[in-house]
């Protein structure tokens, strides 16, 4: 009974390099989501995906690219790695709703911590 | 969603109350309150919500104003490890809730 599992924990990256976070939940769940969290502050939606093989831009989109082609998992890619992407980077899913609240479904990743220098 | 304001932190004696004011006055008829906490760089963690009723659960309590402008999460005996920030998001059901706004919350520090 994993969840969500976010891959890798940690990394660092030189500037221009370019990565991908993997998120894979084990739930079944429709929905899924990355977010950025910087020091001191709140999450922010980055991308998100109602289902398998849609994706959809959140709230700070530019420089990540998203991929759901599997409905377990959903990827983040950083083409061109920048410091100003340094950051906590969270995943979350959560089951599409059937009238109830829902995010009380929400289920998240515990983190990955990524560095560019 | 409707916006919230918190304070940016609070301190609370260990084994007292712990009250977090979140205020909300601009929510809308439809939109539900909901209380996260994340503690230290772990993902946040759901604690309760409410729609216009007064809410309780193992882990805390929601009093929501009669005019819903505001609310307090109450965590009736407050423990070391309930050091986290904690965030306040109003939310319409049944909508796409993992674009909720969390905001910047309030971090509770509980000392000994």
């Known amino acids: 009974n994993a969840g969500v599992t976010q891959t890798p924990k940690f990394r660092v990256l030189k500037t221009g390099q370019s990565m991908t976070l993997l998120c894979a939940q084990d739930m079944n769940h429709e929905y899924m989501y990355w977010y950025r969290q910087d020091p001191g502050m709140g999450l922010r939606l980055i991308h998100y995906s109602v289902g398998e093989g849609t994706t959809a831009k959140g709230e700070v989109p530019d420089g990540y690219n998203v991929s759901r082609l599997k409905k377990q998992n959903f990827l983040l890619g950083l083409e061109s790695a920048a410091p100003s992407q340094t950051s906590v980077y969270f995943c979350?899913?959560?089951?599409?709703?059937?009238?109830?609240?829902?995010?009380?479904?929400?289920?998240f990743g515990q983190g990955t911590r990524l560095t560019v220098v | 969603d409707a916006k919230t304001t918190q304070p940016p932190s609070m301190d609370c004696a260990e084994g007292r109350a712990a009250n977090l004011p979140c205020n909300h006055s601009t929510i809308s008829g439809n939109e539900y309150v909901y209380w996260y906490r994340q503690i230290h760089s772990q993902g946040p963690q759901y604690i309760i919500h409410?729609?216009?009723n007064n809410e309780t659960n193992e882990m805390a309590s929601l009093i929501i104003t009669e005019d819903r402008k505001s609310s307090t999460l109450i965590l009736p005996h407050a423990t070391l490890r309930d050091t986290a920030v904690y965030y306040c998001i109003v939310r319409a059901k049944n909508t796409n809730a993992g674009k909720s706004t969390f905001g910047d919350g309030t971090t509770l520090t509980v000392k000994p």
């Open positions: 979350a899913s959560l089951q599409a709703g059937q009238g109830t609240p829902l995010l009380t479904e929400a289920f």
């Open positions: 409410g729609l216009k």
